[in-house]
Nanobody, 124 residues
Framework: QVQLVESGGGLVQAGGSLRLSCAVS????????MGWFRQAPGKEREFVAA????????YYADSVKGRFTISRDNAKNTVYLQMNSLKPEDAAVYYC?????????????????WGQGTQVTVSS
């Protein structure tokens, strides 16, 4: 059973920073591609960032490029999302996701396992 547990969400002022963490248990973490998605009220869930297992290639949505950084620590079975220069439009529930055999990691349909989400609120 693979479990993903996000943490690090909260309330921050616009321009501030947060670091989200996602701890993964159940299988060999280093073999997973990991992604972060978010869903704001009344909107569909959208891709934020992803990092592959081999080589650690990273991918970002245009809306967060240059402000957010995804990284992973395979020794700690954890993936991170460092969010800087936060904007009110970044407010959402953020989900991490994992997949072993992956296709297009920018699409949520590619992922097999999901966390419960963590709330990020950005005040203007």
């Amino acid at each position: 059973q693979v479990q993903l547990v996000e943490s690090g969400g909260g309330l921050v002022q616009a321009g501030g920073s947060l670091r989200l963490s996602c701890a993964v248990s159940g299988r060999i973490f280093s073999g997973y591609a990991m992604g972060w998605f978010r869903q704001a009220p009344g909107k569909e869930r959208e891709f934020v960032a992803a990092i592959k297992s081999r080589g650690g290639n990273t991918y970002y949505a245009d809306s967060v490029k240059g402000r957010f950084t995804i990284s992973r620590d395979n020794a700690k079975n954890t993936v991170y999302l460092q969010m800087n220069s936060l904007k009110p439009e970044d407010a959402a529930v953020y989900y991490c996701a994992a997949v072993v055999v992956y296709g297009n990691v920018l699409h949520e349909a590619a992922y097999d396992y999901w966390g419960q989400g963590t709330q990020v609120t950005v005040s203007s």
